[in-house]
């Protein structure tokens, strides 16, 4: 395909190389973005209903009443959708994580920062909840600019008490939030229900939450999307030219210039009027090309449509696309980079998929008890002495029947054994497997187990038994 670059086209020499809110002094810049309007700002809207919906609801859906989506780091239990998972599934875990990892670069490759403009946790609630407050007690950019260099009188103080109260409340309510996600929401009523004196760590956890949120929201903002994400921080390895991004056409829009109506029109399409730039909340000018603190929240694509309606021309100007269409009118390629993803990604998936369907609902492991040797019970029998552990993934109890099912032999419990294996729990014990001394043919003799509930068996576990050197 010909190469529609124009070659007379000059960027500016002097653009910078230094974050857009960070000032060369060192200080911050802070943003003041125009409050942007347009179909696909409404549309973004929409989207964060749904996922606020989803985000505050999620905690209180309970599947046979257990939490359907739960991460309690701290006690190490996980539920999926649903699914418990435990330590001892930690390799489904890792395949999971690379599953993701692999996607991410897979769809990143393809459709570059969708996620961030559109559905970041981070990009919902600061431009679509926390932005939205501010405009509607503070003004637009240009009023908020204005308060924010008047001098402290009662107008001032009613609009920064109120905002910053409402900054904070929502923040409270996103950190119990949050915690109900670790913790469960059952134990969260506990906290914020029960004796306060009882649950002081469940306090300090929403008490610093509150503050971490709020912080964020109030202060830190699009500083996250800059210097802390590391989604946003690979994004130099994860585009490439094909990759979805919100860019401006230069070739279209260059050499940009007023309109005037007494001339002949000798520019291109922009007409230079900034808005795209003072709508972006993180500060930058999208006419340099492909940036680093780009979160594609479309906010300019928006205004430049607006002002290419009000001058008569087509939009897009500013739009979704890619560095290869702009520059060689090449609409979408899949390249061998997108395949050797998609070809790892299906890989991964197809194991991920085929060891959950194949994952059983408890987990057994059986070992000889270290340091001890075979015993003689009489002179026709040998014992060794092992040690069982239990793990139910399920949510419900389970009784519980070992049996050994080769070499024949006898099973002696010290104590009570396991008898029942309470829902998602971790039960361990230790018994004497005694078999007749003519079984025993070489020092380590392999054994199996078969665990049985309700008559069902569910798992099997295999170890070794120590016998003399014959
Ligand atoms: S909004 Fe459009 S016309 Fe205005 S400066 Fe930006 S790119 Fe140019
Ligand atoms: S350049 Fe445009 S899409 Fe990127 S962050 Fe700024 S307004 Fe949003």
Redesign the pocket.
């Known amino acids: 395909m010909e190469a529609r670059a124009n070659p007379e086209i000059k960027f500016d020499e002097s653009f910078r190389d230094s974050i857009s809110t960070i000032t060369a002094e060192g200080k911050r810049s802070w943003i003041y973005p125009k409050k942007p309007k347009g179909k696909l700002y409404n549309a973004r809207t929409w989207v964060s209903i749904a996922f606020l919906i989803v985000f505050f609801a999620m905690p209180l859906i309970k599947v046979n009443r257990h939490p359907f989506m739960l991460l309690n780091v701290i006690e190490r239990k996980f539920v999926l959708f649903g699914i418990a998972f435990f330590p001892q599934d930690f390799f489904l875990f890792v395949l999971a994580v690379l599953t993701f990892v692999v996607f991410i670069a897979l769809f990143t490759a393809l459709f570059g920062r969708l996620w961030c403009g559109w559905a970041c946790p981070q990009t919902v609630f600061m431009e679509m909840v926390f932005r939205k407050i501010e405009y509607w007690i503070e003004g637009d950019s240009m009023k908020q600019k204005a308060l924010d260099h008047r001098e402290w009188d009662t107008y001032k103080a009613s609009r920064k008490i109120t905002k910053h109260s409402l900054f904070f409340i929502i923040s409270f309510i996103i950190s119990n939030t949050f915690l109900a996600y670790i913790i469960g929401f059952d134990e969260w009523k506990k906290i914020v229900t029960d004796d306060f004196s009882k649950h002081q760590a469940g306090l300090i956890s929403i008490t610093a939450f509150t503050g971490i949120f709020y912080g964020v929201y109030a202060r830190f903002r699009e500083q996250v999307c800059i210097v802390v994400c590391p989604y946003g921080r690979l994004q130099g390895v994860l585009l490439d030219p094909n990759s979805v991004i919100v860019g ?1 056409d230069y070739n279209r ?1 260059e050499p ?1 210039g007023k309109i005037s109506k007494s001339q002949e029109q000798k520019t291109g ?9 003072n ?1 972006c909340p993180t500060g930058i ?3 340099h090309g492909t940036q680093l603190e780009c979160i594609n929240c479309t906010a ?1 694509i928006d ?6 309606d009000k ?1 008569n021309k087509p939009h897009g ?2 739009r979704y696309t890619s560095e290869n269409a702009i520059k060689n009118g090449i609409k979408f390629k899949i390249t061998p980079r997108i395949i050797g993803y998609a070809i790892i990604l299906f890989v991964l998936l197809g194991t991920l998929v085929t060891f959950l369907a194949l994952r059983s609902d408890i987990s057994t492991t059986v070992l000889r008890t270290p340091g001890m040797l075979y015993q003689k019970t009489d002179d026709t029998h040998i014992s060794n002495l092992f040690t069982i552990q239990l793990v139910n993934k399920t949510f419900a109890d389970l009784p519980i029947e070992l049996k050994v099912v080769e070499p024949a032999g006898q099973i002696k419990w010290v104590g009570n054994g396991i008898l029942n294996l309470k829902e998602q729990s971790v039960a361990e014990s230790v018994f004497f497997l005694v078999i007749p001394k003519s079984q025993i043919t070489k020092t380590k003799t392999k054994v199996k187990f078969e665990i049985y509930s309700n008559g069902k068996k569910i798992d099997v576990a295999e170890t070794s038994f120590l016998g003399p050197n014959i």
């Open positions: 401006y829009g940009r399409d922009c007409i230079d009027c900034h808005l795209c730039v709508v000018d999208i006419r300019c205004a430049c449509n607006d002002i290419m001058t100007l500013i």
